[in-house]
């Protein structure tokens, strides 16, 4: 009995040869037509290609709403404004990849906006590799060379790679016939000019005819991605408008009709629009979590979503609204460095988060803040400028007095001396992360989702901030030029820091100890 190939009707599993690709190469761009009103590519893309589900299993890839809109209306050259998380990333770059192995001598680049992220698409293409059908692995489509940052197929002269856009010489020197671009609104140096400049030699390298997708969420009403947004009609990019409520999974419980406003009632009625109930309960828990943040993350039209650049990160009314109620501090200790609101109670545990910085009369600040475990409620605060050894004695002592505390280092830099100096002292309890090492690591992913968690506890819960000084670090907590996020120049963010990993290790403390 002849075995055949997934997706390749006729073909049986020994090795599929260059011919046959290319034959594949020539229906990859095929409109619409029998195949339940899909094209070509769509349906070899469903047929060929894995993705990983949040259960660990593997599934074909499945286009949805967003994908198929973007195939229905992709020209040469597209840019993509979009919600987050719809899945456009992982579907170009499966349509690149069938690109790639289907004609021969095609180079395909993806640019991301950072080295994890780079690494994380390629892992998402490694795994459509491994998982094509037998035929086409052991024919043609052997490699010869895969690493972090390109997949080789000698026998056909064809390669994909995906690069940082940190890396300005990246595509410099290659003919391209595939580029991505991702979240370009969140390349580095997007306000200075850096980016525009490495966009520019990117696109130089750009071979005739060859495909272009620039994709990213809204960053600001500046920047290169925000100046290619507007100029596509001159330059003849196809623009493509993806609102969150285009994504399946984006629902929640189903919102009384009596209580609906206005505005819901006119996005329900909106033709093209048309929000159920469910979308209703969603788009308020995301308007309640992340306030003035969610006409940026959740997209819903082509002009509020761009947030203007340096406002500040936290909800200010919030901020403001709380500085004024903020209570004195019951206790005032070293200059003022030292400050306590919630003495520690027997009973209760707390959370005694250590921000550690280089020390000197010009240094960083280090910064210590003392949560309680149950309540994430703000008890006590330091910051000032100490050594090593100084600001070792001090949390340790702290931590002791709030009831043998648990102690969160931050351990990059100048933490793993701290967490050194702790070990030497004997002291046991000290916060290790889901990686088993002493410590909290900091990385370019887990920061932003521990600021937001911090921004989610302002807006929700600004009664367990208690810090006027800290409360102002966040009023100076912006939106930086370059996309991050950080204090404004001349300001501090170490209590901020401190606090956000303090909020960070309880929410993992109380999840270990409900499991």
């Avoid at 190469?25 to 195949?35: A, E, F, I, S, V």
């Avoid at 994504?247 to 819901?264: G, H, K, N, P």
């Avoid at 200790?333 to 306590?340: A, K, M, Q």
């Avoid at 960083?364 to 003392?370: C, G, H, L, T």
Wanted: aromatic share 6%; charged share 25%; with cysteine.
């Amino acid at each position: 009995m002849v075995r055949r190939v997934a997706g390749v009707p006729g073909k049986s599993r020994a090795a599929v040869d260059r011919q046959e690709l290319e034959i594949l190469g020539r229906l990859l761009d095929r409109k619409p037509g029998r195949l339940a009103g899909r094209s070509t590519g769509v349906f070899l893309a469903e047929s060929l290609l894995r993705v990983r589900g949040k259960d660990g299993r593997l599934y074909p890839l499945k286009a949805n709403a967003v994908q198929l809109e973007f195939e229905r209306r992709r020209g040469v050259e597209n840019i993509v404004l979009k919600a987050r998380q719809m899945g456009l990333t992982t579907w170009v770059a499966g349509r690149f990849l069938l690109k790639t192995i289907t004609r021969p001598g095609t180079l395909t680049l993806q640019v991301a906006h950072t080295q994890e992220s780079a690494e994380e698409i390629l892992r998402i293409v490694h795994r459509f590799v491994e998982h094509l059908p037998v035929g086409l692995r052991a024919g043609a489509l052997k490699t010869a060379k895969s690493n972090v940052r390109q997949i080789v197929f000698p026998e056909i002269d064809s390669e994909y790679r995906v690069v940082s856009a940190a890396d300005r010489n990246a595509g410099r020197g290659m003919t391209v016939q595939n580029l991505h671009c991702s979240e370009v609104s969140r390349w580095p140096g997007t306000v200075s000019g850096d980016a525009a400049e490495v966009l520019a030699g990117l696109r130089a390298g750009l071979a005739p005819a060859g495909e272009l997708v620039l994709e990213s969420t809204p960053n600001g009403a500046q920047g290169c991605f925000y100046d290619e947004w507007r100029r596509a009609d001159e330059t003849g990019m196809v623009r493509h408008f993806f609102p969150w409520w285009m994504e399946e999974r984006y629902r929640a419980s189903a919102v009384d009709v009596a209580s609906l406003t206005e505005e819901e009632i006119e996005l329900m009625t909106r033709p093209g629009v048309g929000l159920d109930l469910t979308q209703v309960g969603y788009r308020r828990g995301i308007r309640a979590n992340l306030q003035g943040l969610a006409r940026q993350e959740f997209a819903e039209d082509e002009e509020t979503c761009f947030r203007a650049s340096g406002e500040s990160y936290f909800e200010l009314e919030s901020v403001e609204k709380r500085l004024k109620a903020a209570p004195e501090p019951i206790v005032r200790r070293s200059n003022g460095r030292f400050e306590v609101w919630l003495p520690p109670m027997p009973g209760r545990w707390y959370v005694v988060a250590v921000d550690p910085a280089g020390g000197g009369s010009e240094g960083d600040y280090s910064a210590i803040e003392v949560l309680d475990l149950e309540t994430g409620m703000q008890c006590a605060e330091f910051a000032g400028r100490v050594g090593s050894l100084e600001l070792m004695e001090l949390s340790r002592q702290i931590a002791w007095d709030y009831g043998t505390a648990w102690l969160v280092v931050e351990r990059n830099n100048h933490g793993a001396e701290q967490l050194g100096l702790l070990k030497d002292k004997g002291y046991l309890r000290i916060y290790s992360g889901e990686d088993g090492k002493p410590g909290l690591l900091t990385t370019s992913v887990s920061r932003p989702q521990m600021l937001a968690k911090m921004a989610l506890a302002l807006a929700d819960s600004p009664e367990v901030f208690q810090s006027r000084k800290l409360l102002a670090e966040c009023r100076s907590f912006v939106r930086l030029p370059n996309g991050g996020i950080g204090a404004r120049s001349g300001a501090h963010d170490d209590r901020v820091m401190a606090f956000a990993i303090g909020l960070a290790a309880r929410g993992e403390l109380l999840r270990k100890r409900v499991s």
